[in-house]
Structure formats: structure tokens, C-alpha cells
């Protein structure tokens, strides 16, 4: 299948306003402030970064921490200082790789899960809050519909050799 370049193709009225919506919820979802009051209503005192990174160790078996920065497409050495800091915390553990014993895996504890597990719970009911007035099947459209873009953005990159990982695994059972 042939991509286009973007350079060379033009973007339609619907796929810039897409873009902006989504522009918009990054906005929405950095925020510091919004960020701050999660953390505190959920009692885990970590940062965007860090909390970023537990949810994706949360969403995979254990891996490398090279492997954690690809995912998450920043540096090693930004996932190093963020295991640390969630090492400290008790929230992930390192394991020895069964494939290198002289390598290691991060693995999520106990105490990483129920964090987790509570950000996402409480992350969940404000969104619910948010769509309160959505119809369910409206809230099923939008989540397929998302689930789809997703996968064809990780479709497009991979197409187009960017380098970047096949992204967050799928949320594990």
C-alpha cells in the first residue's frame, strides 16, 4: 500500500479540526494543576512522568528499562531517573531477565498496582462526570472510534519507518 508524504498531501477540513481536538485534550490532560489534584485525591505523590511510566509497566509484563523508553518514545536515561524514583516509592521492583541474567526487568509491585489501579479508577469517574450527559452508545462510538485512530496511527508509523514501538501494550487481563 502506498503512503502518502504528508508534505505532499494536503489535510482536509475534518482531519485539521481532529487535530485540534486532539491538540486540546493534550493540553487538557498535561496540566499540572489537573495533574496535582489526582495525585492528591488518590494519595500517590508522583510525577506526570512517573506516572506515565507505572502505567505502562502496568500495561505489559516485565521489561527492560531500553524498552520502557521506546515505548514511551523519551530517553533512557529519563526512564532510569523515573524507575528510581518509583523503585523508592515501592511501586516497581527489579527482576533478574530470564533471557539475560545479567540484565534486568522492571516489574510492578503490589503497591505499584493498587496505585495504579486507584488513578485509574479515579482518572475514570471524572471522565464519567465529564460525559455524564453522553448516551452510552455515544460513549461506545467515541471509545471505538479512538481505539481505531490509535491503532492507525501505530499502523502509519510503522508503515512509514519511523522507529517508533508498536506503543502502550494492550491493558493485560
Same mark, same amino acid.
Given at each position: 500500500m502506498s503512503t502518502p508524504t504528508p508534505a505532499t498531501t494536503p489535510a482536509s477540513t475534518e482531519v485539521i479540526e481532529i487535530e485540534r481536538a486532539l491538540t486540546r485534550i493534550a493540553y487538557l490532560m498535561g496540566r499540572t =494543576? +489537573?495533574?496535582?489534584? /489526582?495525585?492528591?485525591?488518590?494519595? $500517590?505523590?508522583?510525577?506526570?512522568?512517573?506516572v506515565a511510566l507505572l502505567r505502562q509497566i502496568d500495561d505489559s509484563e516485565?521489561?527492560?528499562?531500553?524498552?520502557?523508553?521506546?515505548?514511551?518514545?523519551?530517553?533512557?536515561?529519563?526512564?532510569? =531517573? +523515573?524507575?528510581?524514583? /518509583?523503585?523508592?516509592?515501592?511501586? $516497581?521492583?527489579?527482576?533478574?531477565?530470564?533471557?539475560?541474567?545479567?540484565?534486568?526487568?522492571?516489574?510492578?509491585?503490589?503497591?505499584?498496582?493498587?496505585?495504579?489501579?486507584?488513578?485509574?479508577?479515579?482518572?475514570?469517574?471524572?471522565?464519567?462526570?465529564?460525559l455524564s450527559d453522553w448516551s452510552p452508545q455515544e460513549l461506545q462510538q467515541l471509545a471505538t472510534l479512538f481505539h481505531r485512530m490509535v491503532d492507525d496511527f501505530l499502523s502509519y508509523a510503522a508503515e512509514v519507518g519511523t522507529g517508533e514501538e508498536a506503543g502502550p501494550a494492550p491493558r493485560k487481563p
Open positions: =494543576r +489537573q495533574h496535582d489534584r /489526582l495525585m492528591a485525591l488518590v494519595g $500517590v505523590p508522583l510525577d506526570r512522568a512517573a516485565p521489561m527492560r528499562p531500553g524498552e520502557l523508553a521506546n515505548r514511551l518514545a523519551v530517553e533512557a536515561s529519563h526512564v532510569t =531517573r +523515573q524507575v528510581q524514583q /518509583l523503585e523508592k516509592g515501592g511501586y $516497581v521492583t527489579r527482576v533478574p531477565d530470564p533471557d539475560d541474567r545479567r540484565a534486568q526487568r522492571i516489574q510492578i509491585t503490589k503497591a505499584g498496582q493498587e496505585a495504579v489501579d486507584r488513578i485509574r479508577e479515579m482518572s475514570a469517574r471524572g471522565m464519567q462526570m465529564a
